[in-house]
């Protein structure tokens, strides 16, 4: 990953980091990146990032990392702001790519929700649904995962950097289990799992520590979807079946309509 | 109280000088180098300090709505979303109190791998908030980034204790940010010794790092502010409490954890989305690296009190911006644990025991790095979630913060407005707030 590549430019590009409604795990995936932190730092300007950092450089900005969902009026603003000041706009996440595991409200009355965990429900500010950022404004790449996979995060910079599509695959984690000949767990001993619909990108970790995939990556490209719900239903009952669907990527497109 | 202050911002001010009051604002709309956001607002009329608050406008995601019609097995999982910077805590309060439900206790090399988790959980977080949120306050730095151009080994050092630190996670748990490995019962799979014991000559040479760096840190300027507060902990008969022990005070709380909720009750103010707790007979509490040592300094290694003896801090702190040394203190503490561990480990037969609580209440409260984080499930016949209750240690610090920001502005009141509104940050910093978390839970923003 050539981000040195960047030191030759006479300006540095500059990084935003912005959070909407999200547990914070993804952007501390970046400061995960112990051994490149401070190189990436030389590299680019990191001029919003409220997590590291209290200076503010104003914007525009080259490249905006989202995290979190939208789930307030206050947020659909904001994040048109923060398109309106970004060159690149990439949503990292669950939250930002699909609205997080909050959008299981999307499935339910948002106002029982409330009363739920508020005593006093009319104090608190929120939309019914908790909806991914490209639902409210044009979005340039979409990096998966619940958490996002530090590694890719940083594939993702260097590429938007070098103007250069990043090399994120978007076959099934089942790939990613037959390159690391794993025996599977489904096949073996019964356990569903939801690798064969779920995105790549975690190196299969579940399976490799024999535990189904619960598909913190979200849908694959053309995930079939049905044909899998038919191999649980040798395992499961439905409402189990629904249930395993219904986690940190409920509202995306295929895993929302199984119902 | 929110529509008077946003009064006071648009005409308040002018009113007031009719009167010939000096009203200053303070406002720090957008907290930085806190995990999640929020706000801090204080209020001073003529060298009084009126009103102080910490806001938290961090959107509510509703777990404790969510969880219900889960099954049992799935609150580890869930539940460690709700913070991404300790979401092992998480998991183990969750799966403490499924197991309560269930009248089951897990013993030997399950229970001490999830000590053994529960140390690299620390190191990460208290290294995080050390080096990269912390620090840079004392050294006058708007981050660790900028930090790094004058005090390179300084951040390298600390990047490479949190590294440490993130690889137990990551061994004993799959990945740093929510661990895929730790179920109801124990683990889907058990390390291997080999695997945990290349991390032995890593952890010899962090613990001689830490060594140094406390003797750095003990060498800071720090506030002259103490208060008498309410430390709040977990104590066990003979450890440094990591997922054990009865829930104590300096002041006289000794209680179970199941009887948290009969003295702890949480209030929702109207400025902010995170719960206040308070202890029903005397108030505001603390609970965190300060409050866990102040009640457990006897369990900690010889070699860690006697180098918190050599930089004078012994065993008992009541100065919350010397949370920095107690926090490396017990950086120091969890390397050192984790040597002793994983030289005892021995890779179990079974990663798990079976555990299925049914028509059962279950109680769980763990030292989260930040402080005790506390679970309540009531449980259904078939397993599901019928009632879920979740206190965060961030929510529970709420009410000593905003005491500390009242004291703390009034006795440095006539700082010049940059330098109050930066140490007022900093005095919210000490907690090491975890916005995520609270929420159900940092801008900053001072009126004169």
Redesign the interface.
């Known amino acids: 990953m050539s981000i040195s590549k960047n030191r030759r430019r006479r300006r540095r590009y500059k990084l935003a980091v912005w959070?909407?409604?999200?547990?914070?795990?993804?952007q501390?995936?970046m400061?995960?990146l112990?051994?490149e932190?401070?190189m990436l730092?030389d590299s680019i300007e990191?001029a919003y990032?409220?997590?590291?950092?209290?200076?503010v450089v104003r914007g525009p900005y080259d490249i905006s990392l989202v995290e979190g969902s939208i789930?307030?009026d206050k947020?659909v603003d904001r994040i048109r702001k923060v398109r309106r000041v970004s060159r690149y706009l990439v949503s990292i996440g669950a939250c930002a790519t699909a609205g997080?595991?909050?959008a299981?409200?999307n499935f339910?009355d948002n106002k029982?929700?409330?009363s739920?965990?508020?005593?006093?429900p009319e104090?608190?500010d929120?939309l019914d649904t908790?909806k991914p950022i490209s639902e409210y404004v044009r979005v340039d790449f979409e990096l998966r995962g619940?958490?996002v996979n530090k590694h890719q995060l940083l594939e993702v910079i260097s590429s938007f950097l070098n103007n250069k599509r990043p090399n994120i695959r978007s076959h099934s984690v089942c790939m990613e289990c037959k390159r690391l000949n794993n025996v599977c767990i489904m096949v073996a001993e019964g356990v569903p799992c939801m690798g064969p619909v779920t995105h790549a990108g975690?190196n299969a970790?579940?399976p490799?520590?024999?535990?189904g995939c619960?598909s913190?990556f979200g849908p694959s490209e053309s995930a079939n979807v049905a044909s899998l719900v038919k191999r649980y239903r040798d395992m499961l009952d439905e409402e189990?079946i629904v249930?395993l669907f219904r986690?940190?990527n409920a509202y995306a497109e295929p895993f929302r309509e199984v119902k | 109280m929110n529509h008077e202050k946003d009064k006071g911002e648009v005409n308040g001010n002018k009113d007031k000088k009719k009167e010939s009051t000096r009203v200053k604002d303070f406002k720090v709309e957008y907290l930085a180098r806190v995990e999640g956001e929020g706000a801090m607002y204080v209020k001073i009329t003529d060298g009084v300090v009126k009103d102080v608050r910490l806001k938290i406008y961090e959107p509510p995601r509703f777990f404790e709505a969510l969880l219900r019609g889960r099954r049992f097995s799935e609150a580890p999982d869930i539940t460690a979303r709700i913070c991404g910077i300790c979401p092992i805590a998480y998991q183990m309060s969750s799966i403490h109190a499924m197991e309560y439900a269930a009248g089951i206790r897990v013993e030997g090399m399950i229970r001490l791998l999830r000590r053994l988790v529960y140390c690299g959980e620390w190191i990460e977080s208290h290294a995080l908030h050390v080096f990269l949120l912390h620090l840079p306050d004392f050294l006058g730095y708007a981050s660790a980034i900028d930090m790094a151009k004058e005090h390179k080994d300084l951040v390298k050092n600390g990047l490479s204790v949190k590294k440490l630190g993130n690889d137990i996670i990551s061994i004993i748990g799959g990945r740093e940010v929510h661990p895929i490995n730790v179920r109801v019962g124990g683990f889907y799979k058990a390390p291997r010794e080999y695997e945990l014991q290349q991390l032995l000559d890593r952890l010899d040479r962090a613990k001689d790092t830490m060594v140094d760096i406390i003797g750095f840190l003990a060498r800071l300027e720090y506030p002259d502010f103490e208060r008498d507060y309410e430390f709040v902990a977990l104590k066990h008969e003979d450890e440094y409490p990591f997922n054990e022990g009865r829930i104590v005070s300096n002041k006289g709380l000794d209680i179970e954890v199941k009887e948290f909720e009969e003295h702890i009750i949480e209030e929702q103010v109207e400025y902010s989305n995170a719960l206040h707790s308070r202890i029903k007979e005397r108030g505001s509490y603390l609970v965190g690296p300060i409050a866990r040592y102040n009640l457990n300094y006897d369990k900690l290694h010889a070699s860690v009190k006697s180098i918190s003896r050599e930089i004078g801090l012994g065993g008992y702190c009541s100065n919350p911006f010397k949370s920095i040394l107690v926090r490396a203190l017990e950086i120091l503490y969890a390397i050192e644990e984790a040597s002793i561990l994983i030289k005892k480990y021995r890779m179990p037969d079974d990663p798990y025991v079976d555990v299925y609580p049914s028509n059962a209440v279950g109680y769980g409260c763990t030292e989260a790095p930040r402080g005790i984080l506390y679970h309540r499930y009531v449980i259904d016949e078939n397993g599901m979630i019928k009632e879920a209750k979740i206190i965060p240690p961030t929510s529970q610090n709420q009410k000593a913060i905003e005491e500390d920001l009242y004291h703390f502005a009034q006795r440095y009141v006539n700082l010049p407005d940059e330098e109050l509104v930066w140490k007022c940050e900093q005095t919210i910093r000490n907690y090491d707030p975890c916005i995520s978390c609270a929420t159900h839970f940092l801008k900053a923003k001072i009126e004169r």
Request: with cysteine.
């Open positions: 959070k909407f409604a999200s547990c914070d795990g993804c501390l995936s400061l995960d112990e051994d932190l401070l730092a990191i990032f409220l997590e590291a950092s209290k200076s789930t307030t947020d997080g595991i909050q299981l409200k339910r029982e929700f409330l739920i965990v508020y005593a006093k104090y608190i929120t908790s619940c958490p975690c970790i579940c490799s520590y024999r535990r619960y913190c189990s249930r986690t940190f």
